[in-house]
C-alpha cells in the first residue's frame, strides 16, 4: 500500500504551476490516504506561495531546502538527500539524469522517471501528456489528470455566490479572459467584446476575468459590455480570503465554456473544469504547453496570419459554440 510519495520537481513559476494542478488532482483522486510531498529542488515553487490555498488538501507538504539533488555533488553516494528519507512511490518529473539519479535513492518502492521516459520512443511532446504519462505508470494505467476540486471551505460557496444558478434553469455563464503577459500573445479586446456581446444577444452571461494590472481594460469591457459580469472586482460573496487563483479556479467550475490566451487565466480556468476554448499564437508552444482542459478547443494564429489579429471571429465563435454545445 502506498502511504507516502514524493513528487521531485525543479520548482514551478506561475505557469508551470498551473499547468500542472490536474496532474496533482489525479495523482491524489489515485491515493487519497497517501502523504504526498512536493520536493521543488532549485528551492521556488508556487504551490508553497502563490496556489498554496489552492493545493491544500493535494500536497501534504513542500521541500524545498537541504540536499535535493540540485547540487552538482548531491550525486555521491555518502550525501544523504531529503535528508535520508524514503517514500514507497517517487515520480521524478524532471528528464535530467544525474539528478533522477539522487531521486531515485528516495524511493523504498516504486520509481517512475521522465528521465528514463524520456529516451524512449513516444515520449509526448506535450507537458500535460507527459504528467498523464507517468501517472498513468506510478499507477498501472488507474489515474490520470483530473479537474481539480478545491479544499478550501469557503472557495465554492464564493463561486455559488458570484455566479449563481437558479434552481430551475438559469444563465448559462461563458468566461472571457482578454489578458496575456505579452501583448504579442493578446487577441484584440475588441473582438472578446464583440463576442462579449454575441454571448449576451444569445441569452447567455458573459463573464470577464482581468488581472491586477489590467484596469485599463476591465474599463474598457464595462463601457462596451455593461451588462456582463466582473465577479472578481465586483465582490458580493461575503468570503474576502477567497481571492486571486483560488477565486479564479473556483469560479471556472461555475461556466459552460471559456476563452482565454495562452496564458496563466487560461491554464486556472482549465484546472477548474472549465472546457476551454484556447488560443495560440504558433503552433510549436500551442502543442507543448496546451492547457490541461477535460474538453479543449484549440486555434492557432499561426493557420491563419502572422499574429494574433488574424484570428477570424466567427472562427473563434464558431469554435465556442462548439464548446458550449457540449460538441468536441
Given at each position: 500500500?502506498v502511504q507516502s510519495i514524493l513528487i521531485y520537481s525543479m520548482g514551478e513559476v506561475i505557469g508551470d504551476g498551473l499547468i500542472k494542478l490536474p496532474f496533482i488532482a489525479g495523482l491524489r483522486?489515485?491515493?487519497?490516504?497517501?502523504?504526498?510531498?512536493?520536493?521543488?529542488?532549485?528551492?521556488?515553487?508556487?504551490?508553497?506561495?502563490?496556489?498554496?490555498?489552492?493545493?491544500?488538501?493535494?500536497?501534504?507538504?513542500?521541500?524545498?531546502?537541504?540536499?535535493?539533488?540540485?547540487?552538482?555533488?548531491?550525486?555521491?553516494?555518502?550525501?544523504?538527500?531529503?535528508?535520508?528519507?524514503?517514500?514507497?512511490?517517487?515520480?521524478?518529473?524532471?528528464?535530467?539524469?544525474?539528478?533522477?539519479?539522487?531521486a531515485r535513492r528516495a524511493a523504498k518502492g516504486r520509481f517512475v522517471s521522465a528521465a528514463a521516459?524520456?529516451?524512449?520512443?513516444?515520449?509526448?511532446?506535450?507537458?500535460?501528456?507527459?504528467?498523464?504519462?507517468?501517472?498513468?505508470?506510478?499507477?498501472?494505467?488507474?489515474?490520470?489528470?483530473?479537474?481539480?476540486?478545491?479544499?478550501?471551505?469557503?472557495?465554492?460557496?464564493?463561486?455559488?455566490?458570484?455566479?449563481?444558478?437558479?434552481?430551475?434553469?438559469?444563465?448559462?455563464?461563458?468566461?472571457?479572459?482578454?489578458?496575456?503577459?505579452?501583448?504579442?500573445?493578446?487577441?484584440?479586446?475588441?473582438?472578446?467584446?464583440?463576442?462579449?456581446?454575441?454571448?449576451?444577444?444569445?441569452?447567455?452571461?458573459?463573464?470577464?476575468?482581468?488581472?491586477?494590472?489590467?484596469?485599463?481594460?476591465?474599463?474598457?469591457?464595462?463601457?462596451?459590455?455593461?451588462?456582463?459580469?466582473?465577479?472578481?472586482?465586483?465582490?458580493?460573496?461575503?468570503?474576502?480570503?477567497?481571492?486571486?487563483?483560488?477565486?479564479?479556479?473556483?469560479?471556472?467550475?461555475?461556466?459552460?465554456?471559456?476563452?482565454?490566451?495562452?496564458?496563466?487565466?487560461?491554464?486556472?480556468?482549465?484546472?477548474?473544469?472549465?472546457?476551454?476554448?484556447?488560443?495560440?499564437?504558433?503552433?510549436?508552444?500551442?502543442?507543448?504547453?496546451?492547457?490541461?482542459?477535460?474538453?479543449?478547443?484549440?486555434?492557432?494564429?499561426?493557420?491563419?496570419?502572422?499574429?494574433?489579429?488574424?484570428?477570424?471571429?466567427?472562427?473563434?465563435?464558431?469554435?465556442?459554440?462548439?464548446?458550449?454545445?457540449?460538441?468536441?
Amino acid at each position: 500500500m502506498v502511504q507516502s510519495i514524493l513528487i521531485y520537481s525543479m520548482g514551478e513559476v506561475i505557469g508551470d504551476g498551473l499547468i500542472k494542478l490536474p496532474f496533482i488532482a489525479g495523482l491524489r483522486a489515485a491515493f487519497p490516504q497517501a502523504r504526498i510531498t512536493w520536493c521543488a529542488a532549485k528551492g521556488q515553487t508556487v504551490y508553497a506561495g502563490p496556489l498554496k490555498a489552492v493545493t491544500a488538501g493535494y500536497i501534504d507538504e513542500v521541500l524545498t531546502d537541504g540536499r535535493t539533488g540540485d547540487a552538482a555533488l548531491d550525486v555521491l553516494p555518502w550525501v544523504r538527500p531529503f535528508g535520508g528519507r524514503t517514500f514507497d512511490l517517487v515520480i521524478d518529473t524532471q528528464e535530467n539524469a544525474r539528478r533522477s539519479l539522487v531521486a531515485r535513492r528516495a524511493a523504498k518502492g516504486r520509481f517512475v522517471s521522465a528521465a528514463a521516459e524520456a529516451r524512449r520512443p513516444g515520449w509526448p511532446v506535450a507537458v500535460v501528456d507527459r504528467l498523464a504519462r507517468l501517472l498513468a505508470l506510478a499507477t498501472d494505467g488507474a489515474g490520470a489528470p483530473r479537474p481539480l476540486a478545491l479544499f478550501h471551505p469557503d472557495a465554492v460557496d464564493a463561486a455559488r455566490a458570484l455566479l449563481p444558478t437558479a434552481r430551475h434553469g438559469g444563465p448559462v455563464y461563458v468566461g472571457l479572459a482578454p489578458g496575456a503577459g505579452g501583448q504579442d500573445k493578446r487577441w484584440p479586446l475588441e473582438r472578446y467584446l464583440d463576442l462579449a456581446r454575441r454571448i449576451e444577444a444569445s441569452g447567455r452571461k458573459a463573464v470577464f476575468f482581468f488581472g491586477p494590472d489590467e484596469a485599463a481594460d476591465a474599463q474598457a469591457a464595462r463601457e462596451a459590455v455593461p451588462e456582463a459580469l466582473f465577479p472578481e472586482a465586483d465582490r458580493t460573496d461575503g468570503f474576502p480570503e477567497v481571492r486571486g487563483p483560488l477565486l479564479a479556479i473556483a469560479l471556472a467550475g461555475r461556466l459552460t465554456a471559456a476563452i482565454a490566451n495562452d496564458a496563466g487565466p487560461g491554464h486556472m480556468l482549465a484546472a477548474g473544469g472549465a472546457p476551454l476554448l484556447s488560443l495560440q499564437k504558433d503552433r510549436r508552444k500551442a502543442v507543448k504547453f496546451r492547457p490541461a482542459a477535460s474538453r479543449l478547443e484549440l486555434l492557432v494564429a499561426e493557420d491563419y496570419g502572422q499574429d494574433m489579429a488574424a484570428l477570424p471571429l466567427d472562427v473563434v465563435d464558431a469554435a465556442l459554440q462548439r464548446l458550449i454545445a457540449g460538441v468536441s
